[in-house]
């Protein structure tokens, strides 16, 4: 099963964030997508969220299930 926690910042800190960490865009949005397990992406997570106000978001799985599905 995905992981289904991400990590939200606003426009254009993941920019900022991989200028911090000298990483491409695409590592820290991987590592905001909880894609990434290393020690660089618990350190990019970390620092989205204290200095560059991201914020934890619990994606909810869609299923057959739903009340609004026809």
Not at 8 to 31: C, H, N, P, R, W
């Amino acid at each position: 099963m995905k992981d289904l926690n991400r990590i939200i910042v606003g426009y254009g800190k993941v920019k900022q964030i991989a200028e911090l960490f000298d990483v491409t865009e695409a590592m820290v949005s991987k590592a905001l997508r909880g894609k990434s397990s290393t020690k660089l992406a618990d350190k990019i997570r970390y620092v989205a969220i204290n200095n560059y106000g991201g914020q934890k978001m619990q994606l909810v799985p869609s299923g057959g299930n739903n009340e609004n599905s026809l």
